[in-house]
């Protein structure tokens, strides 16, 4: 399967703890999204990457988030000093790059409980 | 934000039944995307118009646009119950996209 993946599937942690999300895209794809969804919401952007660069941010992104994206390969994202307000589901998406046609592939996302 | 909004947020038929589902939006667009989520799961993207294109087909969707109106309409015919989902409109705005807030689509067998 050549989709995009991400790791773990669900994690636990407790409040206070770090964690670190990673995304494998799909190999072709030079642009790299991650995305928060909580219940009953659509994905929100967190920011993107277009090959290692990292191109944007959103001011959802505090600064105990942080995302990488060393060689454009795979991504990480982490969360430290986690709270209870950090659980939902993280979406990672790839894409072409190709502007406002561009067209994601999602991943199936890693969801997080801090409790 | 910029969020859209989908209408209904949750809707319930009859298999074989037509599901029709509405998003509006905010600003101005270029295209305007589709996607559809299964419980739990990524989403996966279902079709694009663009702005100078009022309706669109692919299978058992049928899309409209009205930009006039800043608004589109998701139609799935015969449904099924694999079309149990949460659909999406999503929108491009410089290089983010802007989900919307999802219609949660139950089809009954």
């Known amino acids: 399967d050549t989709g995009v993946s991400q790791d773990p599937r669900h994690k636990i942690t407790k409040r206070g703890q770090n964690v670190t999300f990673r995304c494998d895209p799909i190999?072709?794809?030079?642009?790299l999204y991650w995305y928060r969804q909580t219940l009953g919401q659509g994905p929100e952007f967190l920011t993107y990457?277009?090959?290692?660069?990292?191109l944007e941010k959103s001011r959802l992104l505090s600064d105990r988030f942080s995302a990488e994206r060393p060689k454009g390969s795979f991504s990480t994202l982490e969360i430290q000093r986690t709270e209870q307000g950090d659980s939902a589901m993280y979406l990672c998406?790839?894409?072409w790059g190709q502007g406002e046609e561009d067209t994601q592939y999602f991943g199936p996302g890693t969801r997080l409980t801090v409790l | 934000s910029q969020q859209g909004e989908e209408d209904p947020q949750a809707l319930s038929i009859q298999e074989g039944e037509n599901a029709t589902m509405n998003c509006s939006y905010k600003t101005s667009i270029n295209n305007l995307q589709w996607y559809r989520q299964n419980s739990g799961r990524g989403l996966v993207h279902l079709i694009l118009i663009r702005s100078n294109e009022r309706e669109k087909h692919s299978g058992r969707l049928r899309v409209t646009l009205d930009t006039s109106k800043k608004s589109s309409s998701l139609l799935i015919t015969a449904s099924r119950a694999a079309d149990t989902a949460s659909y999406f409109c999503?929108?491009?705005?410089?290089?983010?996209?802007?989900f919307g807030t999802g219609t949660s689509l139950t089809v009954i067998p």
């Open positions: 999503a929108q491009i705005t410089g290089n983010q996209f802007y």
């Open positions: 990457f277009q090959n290692e660069a990292q």
């Open positions: 190999s072709e794809h030079n642009r």
């Open positions: 998406a790839s894409s």
